[in-house]
């Protein structure tokens, strides 16, 4: 057997974690569908914003509640797009994880950030400055993700709603030094429009406008979908090699490091040798034999 084939010399050298993340890039190339991925704190919409998007007015497809309801990623294709709902970021340890997942998967992105908040807060600038950190292309992430403003109906002024997007705009340009596309919405405008039959509630649910600008992000990009795919997978295997030749490294200094020390103890031990022989030397000249 080759050695990287066997699996536990491969996890001696690379976490489970690397090999997952490279089994995930490498799939994702053979899917012809376009994912699209909902992020956000806890409780913010996200999942009933995707009900919205699939037409779902029963909210079935996406499990909602005031109750922390979504704990795994979950995925519903409609109209040839893969909408992937992630569990509340911060909401638990491994969550920000299934995001990181999520997004690292994805060609678009929904980022959920609910109006009552007013701008982002701390653990949501925490979450862009980690994609800014370790993104190889932070730029590229504001361009394949739309910023949703959730949960409109609940302001009665509509310039706390503007103020809200012109914070949030600041917030984006000044960490990733490019505009964001915010899109205001109510999810729950739309089903009550769904339900009561109601044009003007739909209208104002603007999740049709939602549902456009996805579509004009899939055509924009469609083209580089699969050219940003490989890059992905490229670059986790370019920062996997280097990690392995880190390792390699490590393990040389550790060889030649233990071949001093190995050859420190020789040394001592033939001085001790010496020593011995001539405390003998001596010791049978005393005696005169
Ligand atoms: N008023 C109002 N409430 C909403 C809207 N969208 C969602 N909600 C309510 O907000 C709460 C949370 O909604 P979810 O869609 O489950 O939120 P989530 O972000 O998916 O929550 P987690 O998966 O637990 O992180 C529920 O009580 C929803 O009814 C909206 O547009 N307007
Ligand atoms: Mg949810």
Redesign the pocket.
């Known amino acids: 057997m080759s050695k990287i084939g066997d699996k536990n010399f491969v996890l001696k050298y690379l976490t489970q974690e690397d090999i997952r993340v490279i089994e995930d890039l490498t799939n994702s190339l053979k899917s012809k569908n376009i994912t699209v991925a909902c992020m ?10 995707l ?1 919205a998007l699939v037409g779902d007015i029963e909210g079935e497809t ?9 704990i795994k990623n979950k995925q519903y294709t409609h109209k040839g797009l893969v909408y992937v ?1 992630t ?2 970021l911060n ?1 638990r340890k491994n969550d920000d994880k299934r995001v990181m997942d999520a997004v690292r998967k994805s060609d678009i992105n929904i980022f ?1 950030h609910n109006v009552n908040t007013g701008e982002f807060v701390v653990s949501e600038v925490d979450f862009f400055q980690n994609i800014k950190r370790y993104w190889n292309n932070p730029k590229e992430f504001v361009e394949r993700t739309i910023f949703v403003l ?5 302001v009665n002024d509509d310039d706390d709603i503007a103020k809200a997007i012109s914070a949030m705009s600041l917030q984006i340009k000044d960490i990733f030094d490019c505009e964001p596309t915010i899109v205001p ?6 089903t009550a429009g769904q339900i009561k039959d109601k044009m003007l509630l739909i209208k104002k ?1 603007n999740i049709r406008m939602l549902d456009k600008t996805i579509k004009n992000l899939c055509d924009k990009y469609s083209n580089s979908f699969v050219e940003n795919r490989k890059t992905r997978l490229n670059d986790k295997l370019d920062n996997t090699e280097k990690q392995l030749h880190s390792k390699i490294q490590t393990n040389k200094l550790e060889i030649s490091k233990q071949k001093q020390a190995q050859k420190e103890y020789n040394d001592r031990l033939y001085d001790d040798i010496k020593k011995i022989e001539n405390t003998l030397v001596n010791m049978y000249q005393k005696l005169g034999v």
């Open positions: 956000g704190l806890y409780n913010h919409g996200k999942s009933s914003l009900n996406f499990k909602t509640a005031d109750i922390r309801k979504t709902d569990p509340g909401a959920v959730s949960r409109i109906d609940e919405v109510s999810a729950k405008r739309w649910s």
